[in-house]
């Protein structure tokens, strides 16, 4: 990123989006049970490359930046990815192990230990 000065911004950003945003898309998957310090750990590191990317100084909330690139920043990212998901293994795009998970149980057939107990 030392070349920002003879590329234009969207040489920066090509680079950026090649080699950095896999890394935080596959973060805001990975770190979803994660305590809270890691996930503002890992929004930093995407904060600040937003930064390096416009030039921005911190004068200027880290939010506006994002929007101005048109990025989601990691929770958000989190779930829209999962809502993707759910909804292809609704549809049966995805694996059947993967399908099965979100399969609608049968309730009614559920025994309980007193069944017999509270029907009388």
Known sequence: MRDKGILFEGGVLAKLMCLVLPYFHYCSLV???????????????????????????????????????????LEERRISQTEAYVTKALQGKCLENITAMFLPSNIENYQLRDDNAIQT
Do not use: E, P
């Open 31 to 73: 770190r979803v049970n994660c305590n809270q310090a890691l996930k503002r750990k890992v929004q930093r590191l995407q904060n600040r490359a937003a930064r390096v990317v416009t030039g921005d100084s911190y004068d200027i909330r880290s939010k506006d930046i994002l929007n101005k690139l048109g990025w989601k920043n």
